[in-house]
DNA sequence: CACCACTCCTGCCCGC
DNA sequence: TGCGGGCAGGAGTGGT
């Protein structure tokens, strides 16, 4: 589901509900979301424990805890959201029952392809380390992006989500931010030229701002822990677009899939040098 | 290393 | 209506 404006939305309206609260209990219904570690393991971590910060690296959820930190992956589909009692949600997946009130912070994973682990020790949370630039960073300079695709061969889009050039863009926003580049998807990452890379060191921080200013998008499911979709599904300049026109050169939008994964794009316009 | 295919899941939508 | 195929916002893995 969610790429980082979606999740930087979750993390911005879950801050207000969650920080300072104290963890009672909490349970896990699909032992392999934890993996390698165990539901009975994470709960009795975390159980007597105060949220101390909520942020966010890359897509990945950031719980501080008094002690250690509680990392969260949405994945595809995965929710999360503050439930003031009430009953559980169909597909809720995790429960974190926080005091004071009767208040479930809730994880809801239809596709239950979200991760959730504890860190004892913030130094060592394995999965940030490799981690690139936050795409909301302005101060990127092209030579350094050039420098970091120069072992790449792979077409630019798909380099796009690995998540150790920038960490947060995802399929939506990669197509998108090579729109307002006019960058081919399929150039080769090594063959970008120096103007491209400075063209989209300016184009992925202004999409995803953007992006941010309404919320994500939402295109089947997404809903932030207050319950808004986001918007900027309404603004995609070629994402899920395919056969409309292009708002730029009235080219017609194409889909190809790179890497088993769906790209949009207009060859209209996309192949300045 | 870089790259590619494949995998984990469930639900929805489309065409027959 | 029912069914099968394809597709979905992500990322880790194992083989080459």
């Not at 004892?120 to 380390?129: G, K, N, S």
């Not at 077409?155 to 920038?166: C, N, R, T």
């Not at 999409?207 to 941010?212: D, G, I, M, S």
């Amino acid at each position: 589901m969610p790429e980082l404006p979606e999740v930087e939305t979750v993390v911005r309206e879950l801050r207000p509900h969650v920080v300072g609260a104290l963890i009672k209990s909490a349970k896990f219904a699909i032992p392999r979301q934890l993996l390698p570690q165990t539901p009975a393991l994470v709960s009795r971590r975390i159980r007597g424990r105060k949220i101390v910060a909520v942020n966010r690296r890359g897509k990945y959820i950031l719980l501080k805890l008094d002690h250690g930190t509680l990392v969260l992956h949405l994945r595809m589909s995965g929710r999360l959201y503050v439930r003031e009692g009430g009953s559980a949600l169909d597909h809720e997946r995790a429960w974190i029952e926080l005091q004071p009130g009767a208040r479930t912070l809730a994880f809801r994973d239809v596709r239950t392809l979200g991760t959730i682990q504890y860190y004892p020790d913030d130094a060592e949370i394995p999965a940030l380390r490799a981690l690139g630039w936050e795409p909301l960073d302005t101060t990127v300079a092209p030579g350094e992006l050039r420098d970091r695709l120069r072992s790449r061969s792979m077409a630019i889009k798909p380099v796009l989500l690995d998540q150790s050039i920038w960490a947060g863009i995802g399929n939506i926003y990669a197509s998108d931010s090579l729109w307002v580049a006019e960058i081919d998807p399929r150039v080769p990452a090594n063959r970008l030229s120096l103007r491209q890379c400075e063209r989209l060191t300016k184009s992925v921080p202004a999409v995803l701002t953007r992006a941010l200013g309404q919320g994500g998008s939402t295109l089947r499911d997404f809903m932030s822990p207050d319950g808004m979709e986001g918007s900027y599904q309404k603004h995609f300049r070629v994402y899920d677009r395919e056969g409309e026109p292009c708002s730029r050169c009235h080219g017609t939008i194409r889909r190809i899939v790179q890497a088993q994964r769906s790209t949009y794009f207009c060859p209209g316009c996309q192949n300045r040098r």
